[in-house]
């Protein structure tokens, strides 16, 4: 378990500085595109299409992130009142429902439609569409990460008789 949490210690911190750098960047295009357009008159449509893009890039590599820290909405009425075996099925139940989303949706659709608009090209940037929508199964594959984690996490839970999975396991915050 402590091999897995060195990893995904890792794999957080990547995930955090694309985050951070993808914001950053983010923040710098929109400047620019405010200035182009209102002090200079000329909106550049590539900073404006690239920040669209990064925008949806930081949401679905933001999600797996939260996801990872533990971070995200969750109703805990039921897990709240859980202990032992029943809690542990719960958090199984979740995580398995949540690898076969990552799997399906996110890997197997994410490739799908990334491979099918490779052959278009975006208007602005003159770059495949399909490296836009190549987002999708990156977030998926990271996602599967850390709900094989929390799996591993809950497992190793149990037998500590620990109820429920910490936020901060093995995060960076």
């Given at each position: 378990?402590?091999?897995?949490?060195?990893?995904?210690?890792?794999?957080?911190?990547?995930?955090?500085?694309?985050?951070?750098?993808?914001?950053?960047?983010?923040?710098?295009?929109?400047?620019?595109?405010?200035?182009?357009?209102?002090?200079?008159?000329?909106?550049?449509?590539?900073?404006?299409?690239?920040?669209?893009?990064?925008?949806?890039?930081?949401?679905?590599?933001?999600?797996?992130?939260?996801?990872?820290?533990?971070?995200?909405?969750?109703?805990?009425?039921?897990?709240?009142?859980?202990?032992?075996?029943?809690?542990?099925?719960?958090?199984?139940?979740?995580?398995?429902?949540?690898?076969?989303?990552?799997?399906?949706?996110?890997?197997?659709?994410?490739?799908?439609?990334?491979?099918?608009?490779?052959?278009?090209?975006?208007?602005?940037?003159?770059?495949?569409?399909?490296?836009?929508?190549?987002?999708?199964?990156?977030?998926?594959?990271?996602?599967?990460?850390?709900?094989?984690?929390?799996?591993?996490?809950?497992?190793?839970?149990?037998?500590?008789?620990?109820?429920?999975i910490s936020k901060d396991a093995g995060s960076t915050m």
């Open positions: 378990m402590q091999a897995l949490t060195a990893v995904k210690r890792v794999v957080d911190k990547v995930m955090e500085w694309m985050c951070i750098i993808i914001l950053a960047v983010m923040t710098v295009l929109v400047t620019y595109q405010v200035v182009t357009r209102y002090f200079f008159n000329k909106p550049s449509a590539i900073s404006e299409a690239l920040a669209q893009y990064l925008f949806v890039w930081m949401i679905m590599y933001g999600s797996a992130y939260v996801f990872g820290l533990r971070e995200h909405l969750d109703i805990t009425v039921l897990k709240d009142k859980l202990h032992g075996v029943p809690l542990l099925l719960v958090e199984l139940l979740t995580n398995v429902v949540l690898i076969l989303f990552s799997l399906v949706v996110l890997m197997y659709g994410g490739k799908m439609v990334t491979a099918q608009q490779m052959g278009t090209v975006d208007a602005a940037l003159q770059i495949p569409m399909g490296v836009i929508y190549s987002a999708i199964p990156i977030s998926g594959v990271f996602i599967l990460f850390y709900a094989i984690y929390n799996i591993f996490l809950a497992f190793d839970n149990y037998k500590k008789g620990q109820s429920g």
